[in-house]
Structure formats: structure tokens, C-alpha cells
């Protein structure tokens, strides 16, 4: 019997899963996003879903609502939102605010979702690590806004702002390209902060303190 004259079509080789990188690894790329959507939630999770969506990342099961066109859509809605009202005065107290009861608990619970696979210890650990590290950089970027809020110009606090949307990209897209590199980044980041604490404590006390007077006012 002749063989086929057809050509066979190219088969692309399959990317690794998330779940069977190293767990060194894995963790460090939760690390990044943990820090990463501290700072910016939705812009976070509108990369990690088109980075997802475009096969540079396979998502673990947990994560695959992420890709999905109306995820990406609502999150890149946010992010625009978001991207204006962090940058007007006063109204940033009150968005930030808020926003510490929704950045820190959606950062852990992306690390839960990521990490289904691992026994209940170590989702647990990666649990806690992408809660306390967007905790932590969302402490910071309060820290950074109280050091500048005072200033009577807009151009400081609107840079800072800038600067900290466009690192929630870069770190995020870094996290999942080299995992290593942005671990490495997110704990010389953590260090920082860690030994700034009582700074980062008294910002996060005026953040609320100001919210409040400006929902009083």
C-alpha cells in the first residue's frame, strides 16, 4: 500500500504545565504575582489572562477562568478605572483604602487556585506567601504615597502612581517569563519594606485615617 503523498502537518512541542515546573520555581513565580497585584490587582490579572490566552503560560485548572475574554475585558475595565482614580486627590485615600480588603485577599487566593495540585501544607504556605507579599507591596506603595501626598503638586503623586502600574506589569509578564528573577526582586523588595515597617504602619494608619475624614467631609 503507497504511502500517504499528504504532508504531515507541524505539531508545535507542548509547553511545560504550570503545575509540573519545580516548586522552587512555582513559588517564586507567585511571589512576583503575589507583589504585583498588591500594587495593581486588575491590571495583574488582565496580563497574567493574556499571556494565558496567547500560549506563553498554561494556567493550572484553577486559573483557567483567567483567559477567558470577559475576565480579560472586565479586569483591562478596572484597570482603566482604577488607573484614573488612583491619580485625583483625596479620592485615592478612599480607592486604596478599600482596596487593601481586595488586593491582598484575591492575591491569596490566586496562589490557592495556582497551587491545587500541591498536598494542603504546601497550598496553605503558597496561600499565606501571595497574601503576606501583596500585603506587603501594597504597605509600600502606601508608605511611597504619604512621603509624596504632602507635596501641593499633583505631578509627584500621579508619577508615583505611573510608576507603580507600570511595575505591576513588568513584574507580572517577569514572573512568568523568569520566575527566579522576579522572586529575587520581590524579596530584595520585601526587605525594604520589612525594614521600613514602622514607616509602612504609620502610612497605612493615615491611608484609613484620611479615607475616613474624606467620607466624613
Same mark, same amino acid.
Not at 485625583?88 to 485615600?93: K, V
Not at 501544607?121 to 503576606?132: K, S
Not at 507591596?137 to 508619577?159: D, F, I, Q, W, Y
Given at each position: ?112 487556585? *495556582?497551587?491545587?495540585?500541591? %498536598? +494542603? &501544607?504546601?497550598?496553605?504556605?503558597? #496561600? !499565606?506567601?501571595?497574601?503576606?507579599? =501583596? @500585603? $506587603? ?8 504615597? *504619604?512621603?509624596?501626598?504632602? %507635596? +501641593? &503638586?499633583?505631578?509627584?503623586?500621579? #508619577? !508615583?502612581?505611573?510608576?507603580?502600574? =507600570? @511595575? $505591576? ?49
Amino acid at each position: 500500500m503507497l504511502p500517504s503523498l499528504r504532508p504531515r502537518a507541524k505539531t508545535r512541542a507542548p509547553m511545560p504545565d504550570l503545575p509540573q515546573i519545580p516548586q522552587s520555581e512555582l513559588f517564586a513565580l507567585l511571589a512576583g504575582i503575589g507583589f504585583a497585584a498588591g500594587l495593581n490587582l486588575y491590571a495583574t490579572v488582565a496580563v497574567l489572562g493574556l499571556v494565558a490566552r496567547f500560549g506563553h503560560l498554561p494556567l493550572p485548572s484553577g486559573l483557567r477562568l483567567l483567559e477567558g475574554w470577559p475576565v480579560i475585558a472586565a479586569c483591562l475595565v478596572l484597570f482603566v478605572i482604577e488607573f484614573f482614580a488612583d491619580k485625583i486627590p483625596a479620592f485615592d485615600l478612599i480607592w486604596n483604602a478599600l482596596h487593601t480588603f481586595i488586593r491582598v485577599p484575591l492575591a491569596g487566593l490566586l496562589a490557592y487556585q *495556582a497551587t491545587s495540585q500541591l %498536598s +494542603p &501544607e504546601h497550598q496553605l504556605l503558597a #496561600t !499565606l506567601l501571595g497574601a503576606a507579599v =501583596a @500585603l $506587603a507591596a501594597h504597605g509600600g506603595k502606601m508608605a511611597a504615597r *504619604a512621603a509624596v501626598t504632602p %507635596s +501641593p &503638586e499633583p505631578l509627584s503623586n500621579m #508619577t !508615583l502612581s505611573l510608576g507603580e502600574d =507600570a @511595575l $505591576a506589569i513588568a513584574l507580572t509578564w517577569l514572573a512568568t517569563r523568569h520566575p527566579y528573577a522576579a522572586g529575587t526582586l520581590v524579596t530584595i523588595f520585601v526587605i525594604v519594606i520589612v525594614l521600613l515597617m514602622r514607616w509602612v504602619v504609620r502610612a497605612m494608619r493615615a491611608l484609613f485615617r484620611g479615607a475616613e475624614h474624606e467620607l466624613a467631609g
